[in-house]
C-alpha cells in the first residue's frame, strides 16, 4: 500500500495529471488515473480510467469499476461496474474477481446468488487474493453457497492470515482456541490474535484480552485483559464493553470502580450484548453502580433472556419469585431459574437447592 502511494504521488510530480500523451500507452494512462485519484480529482481519474480501460488495460477496467461501485465521479452504477469488473476479471484481474464475489453475495446489482459468489471468490483466492480467501472460507464455515467444511475453511483462512488479513488472523485463531479442524492449542491462538490485536483489530484485542483473563495460552494477567478490552471498547467492541465493565465490577485488573461498570455495560447492552444486558440488569437489582431499580432489571433481564442467557434467566426467574418490578409469578419464577439450571447456571442450580447465599449477585461473561 505504502509503495502504490508512493508510486501514485511521483507520477502526479510527474505528469501533473496532464491530458494523456500519444505515446502513453493503456497502462501509462492508468497511472495518471491513479495520480488524479490520489488527489481526489474524480472526474479526472474516471477519465483516464475509461481510456485506460477501452485501451484493455485490466488494472484500468478495475479502476473504472470501483469508481461506479463508490459513485465517484460518475453517478453509482452496479451495472457498470459489474461489466468492467467482468472485464478486467477475465485478463486475471484477482481484485475484480474478489469485487464479483461480492457483488454476488450482497444483490448489489444482480439478485444474491452464492453460488456464482463461491465461484468468483475461488478464482480470486486461487489468484493469492486474501479477501477472497477469507470470504470464501467464511462461506465454507457456514456451509453457505458450498458444502460446510471446516478444513477448507481453516486452509483458506490461513492463506489469508499468512498475508496479514486481520479478520482471517481471528478466525485462525478461534480454530485453535476452540480445536476445530486442528489440535486445540491457546498459545496458537493467543499468537494469531496478537497479529490481529496489532494491527488496531478489535476482535483480535478482545479474543486477547479473553485469553489474558483466563490464562490460556499466556500467562493470566488481568492489567493486560483490561488494557486489550479497553482498546476493543474503545472501538465500539460491545463484548469488549462488557468484558471491561465486569472488570471494573469485580475490580480485577483495576480499580473497582461500579459507576464505569455500569457506563461499559450500558454501552454494551445499548448494541444488544446479551452479557452486558445481563450484567446491567444485576447493577439495577442490587444498585451498584445506578440507582436500585427492579423495573429496569427486570427489563434488561428479560432482553438477555430472550437471547437464551442463563444468567438473566435466573435473575429474572428471582424478580418473578420475589414480586419485585415485575407481578409475583412464583410458576413462572421458577420455570425461568430451571431453565437457568438446565443450561448449567450455579447459581440457579443452588437457588433450587436451597443453598443459595446472601448475596443474588451473578453478573458474568
Do not use: C, H
Amino acid at each position: 500500500m505504502k509503495t502504490s502511494i508512493i508510486l501514485a504521488a511521483s507520477l502526479a510530480a510527474l505528469v501533473m495529471a496532464g491530458a494523456a500523451r500519444a505515446d502513453d500507452t493503456p497502462a501509462d494512462i492508468n497511472m495518471k488515473g491513479m495520480a488524479a485519484l490520489d488527489n481526489k480529482d474524480y472526474a479526472t481519474a474516471v477519465k483516464y480510467f475509461q481510456q485506460a480501460a477501452d485501451g484493455g488495460d485490466a488494472s484500468g477496467e478495475n479502476n473504472l469499476a470501483i469508481l461506479y461501485w463508490r459513485g465517484q465521479g460518475v453517478t453509482q452504477d452496479y451495472a457498470q461496474a459489474l461489466y468492467w469488473y467482468k472485464k478486467a476479471a477475465a485478463q486475471g484481474n484477482a481484485g475484480a474477481q474478489a469485487d464479483i464475489g461480492y457483488m454476488y453475495a450482497n444483490g448489489l446489482g444482480v439478485p444474491v446468488d452464492m453460488a456464482q459468489a463461491a465461484s468468483w471468490y475461488q478464482q480470486a483466492a486461487d489468484n493469492g487474493n486474501m479477501i477472497a480467501q477469507y470470504n470464501l472460507g467464511v462461506m465454507y464455515d457456514n456451509g453457505n453457497g458450498v458444502p460446510q467444511d471446516y478444513a477448507k475453511a481453516f486452509a483458506l483462512y490461513q492463506k489469508s492470515a499468512d498475508q496479514g488479513d486481520t479478520a482471517a488472523e481471528d478466525s485462525v485463531g478461534l480454530y485453535y482456541e476452540n480445536g476445530i479442524v486442528v489440535t486445540q492449542d491457546y498459545a496458537q491462538a493467543a499468537y494469531w490474535f496478537k497479529k490481529a490485536a496489532d494491527a488496531g483489530d478489535a476482535d483480535g484485542q478482545n479474543y486477547l484480552g479473553q485469553l489474558y483473563e483466563g490464562g490460556y495460552g499466556v500467562t493470566q494477567d488481568y492489567a493486560q485483559a483490561a488494557e486489550l478490552y479497553q482498546k476493543a471498547a474503545d472501538q465500539g467492541n460491545a463484548s469488549a464493553q462488557s468484558a471491561l465493565g465486569y472488570l471494573y465490577e469485580s475490580g480485577e485488573g483495576v480499580t473497582e470502580d461500579y459507576a464505569k461498570a455500569a457506563e461499559w455495560n450500558q454501552k454494551a447492552a445499548d448494541q444488544g450484548d446479551a452479557t452486558g444486558e445481563a450484567n446491567l440488569g444485576f447493577l439495577y437489582m442490587l444498585g451498584d453502580g445506578v440507582t436500585e431499580d427492579d423495573v429496569q432489571a427486570a427489563v434488561w433481564f428479560q432482553k438477555a433472556a430472550d437471547q437464551g442467557n442463563a444468567t438473566s434467566e435466573f435473575g429474572l426467574g428471582v424478580l418473578y419469585e420475589t414480586g419485585k418490578g415485575v407481578t409475583e409469578d412464583d410458576a413462572k419464577g421458577q420455570e425461568l431459574i430451571q431453565k437457568a439450571a438446565d443450561a448449567g447456571n450455579p447459581d440457579a442450580k443452588s437457588w433450587l437447592a436451597g443453598t443459595f447465599g446472601d448475596s443474588s449477585s451473578s453478573s458474568s461473561q
